[in-house]
Antibody, heavy 126, light 110 residues
Framework: EVQLVESGGGLVEPGGSLRLSCATS????????MNWVRQAPGKGLEWVGR??????????DYAAPVKGRFTISRDDSKNTLHLQMNSLETEDTAVYYC?????????????????WGQGTTVTVSS | QSVLTQPPSASGTPGQRVTISCSGS????????VYWYQQLPETAPKLLIF???QRPSGVPDRFSGSKSGTSASLAISGLRSEDEADYYC???????????FGGGTKLTVL
């Protein structure tokens, strides 16, 4: 079973830092592009950023509101995705989801954010 | 303000067919694929449609997607009470170099 499990959320003061992790299983993580998506309380979905597979360059892209403050990384040896969040602002308060993106499983190519974790809550408040 | 525009709400009665629109521009939906996601209350979103009109395994054929120009639509036929959810469209924006979502449409089954 394909599974994503986020952790690391919590309460942090404005200006603080937090590191989220997403433990994955059930698919070939090394062949997957991965995203972080967030959802503020009562609001819609907002894409945070993406990291490609190392085979496709391992490059990252970020949404404008988080660029320069957030960093996505991957540890293919542990099948784990990370989101380092610095200089946190109250507007960063949200549930953070990790999702799969384009991925290859044997002869099959999957498109879209096909698998989502359950989310982890980040609250930025003094 | 979302880059992709969706109506905030839609409704229908059981058995009816409803459509949800998603309007973008030449830098996103006009040249890139559109994806649709369903978010049931208090749950993580789920991929409904990928690459404009493809359904992942397990998604009922009551759900269909289409795209024309810079606009896309999600159609749900044979509406059921369990379809009551928020629906989001998404695409890649070449100008922003990022994924963009619509603001979401809350579907109510009357």
């Amino acid at each position: 079973e394909v599974q994503l499990v986020e952790s690391g959320g919590g309460l942090v003061e404005p200006g603080g830092s937090l590191r989220l992790s997403c433990a994955t299983s059930g698919f070939t993580f090394t062949n997957a592009w991965m995203n972080w998506v967030r959802q503020a309380p009562g609001k819609g979905l907002e894409w945070v950023g993406r990291i490609k597979s190392k085979t496709d360059g391992g490059t990252t892209d970020y949404a404008a509101p988080v660029k320069g403050r957030f960093t996505i990384s991957r540890d293919d040896s542990k099948n784990t995705l990370h989101l380092q969040m610095n200089s946190l602002e109250t507007e960063d308060t949200a549930v953070y989801y990790c999702t799969t993106d384009r991925r290859v499983e044997g002869p099959t190519l999957f498109y879209g954010m096909g698998v989502w974790g359950q989310g982890t809550t980040v609250t930025v408040s003094s | 303000q979302s880059v992709l525009t969706q109506p905030p709400s839609a409704s229908g009665t059981p058995g009816q067919r409803v459509t949800i629109s998603c309007s973008g521009s030449s830098s996103n939906t006009g040249i890139n694929y559109v994806y649709w996601y369903q978010q049931l209350p208090e749950t993580a979103p789920k991929l409904l449609i990928f690459r404009n009109n493809q359904r992942p395994s397990g998604v009922p054929d009551r759900f269909s997607g289409s795209k024309s120009g810079t606009s896309a639509s999600l159609a749900i036929s044979g509406l059921r009470s369990e379809d009551e959810a928020d629906y989001y469209c998404a695409s890649w924006d070449n100008s922003l170099s990022g994924r963009v979502f619509g603001g979401g449409t809350k579907l109510t089954v009357l």
